[in-house]
């Protein structure tokens, strides 16, 4: 089977795939990969990553003719085909099941966007006191006093909770 080929950018929320796969190597399951690495040209993506994809965003995945983006894809796809065994993806009937769902799919639906208003307002050059400015802090202060408030739950050392252990929902988290 030919390498998985990983298109990363540099300092870039798609170094959630590069983590996953030295993950899955860690634990016995290596994936064979080449890792590309784009650089930003200068704060977006180069002409190479513009070409492989029409959202023209890192992570971009390719498996032979599959050509797949958007990084949580990525990772369910390559856990369900690539290394079904392994611990990193929680099923409906394994403990935590629900916490690995629930904070997966909040890393990007939620706390991402919640990161990026702030990011865009704060560029604006708006003042602090403006309502559009003062929403999307607030907004952004809830989101991460709320991960704060699960994390320091009893026996929480990682998203999917004291049975879940380290999963993909941690790795979906990161945000560079
Ligand atoms: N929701 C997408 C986000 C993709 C995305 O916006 N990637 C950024 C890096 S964080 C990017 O490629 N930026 C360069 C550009 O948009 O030109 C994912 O999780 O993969």
Request: net charge negative; with cysteine.
């Amino acid at each position: 089977m030919p390498p998985l080929k990983v298109h990363h950018l540099q300092y870039s929320q798609s170094e959630r795939i590069p983590w996953l796969l030295h993950e899955l190597a860690l634990t016995n399951q290596p994936i064979p990969y080449e890792l590309i690495i784009h650089r930003r040209a200068p704060y977006f993506s180069p002409p190479a990553l513009v070409a492989l994809h029409p959202m023209k965003a890192a992570p971009v995945l390719e498996d032979g003719p599959l050509i797949l983006a958007e990084s949580g894809a990525i990772i369910e796809y390559v856990l369900d085909t690539h290394a079904p065994s392994s611990t990193l993806k929680l099923r409906p009937n394994q403990p935590g099941y629900t916490n690995y769902l629930f904070w997966f799919h909040w890393a990007n639906a939620n706390l991402q966007p919640c990161i990026m208003r702030c990011v865009t307002l704060v560029r604006t050059g708006l003042p602090d006191s403006h309502p559009a400015k003062v929403g999307v802090v607030e907004r952004l202060h809830t989101a991460l006093a709320f991960l704060d408030a699960h994390l320091r739950e009893d026996g929480v050392e990682w998203l999917a909770g004291p049975e879940g252990g380290f999963s993909a929902a941690d790795i979906m988290m990161v945000f560079l």
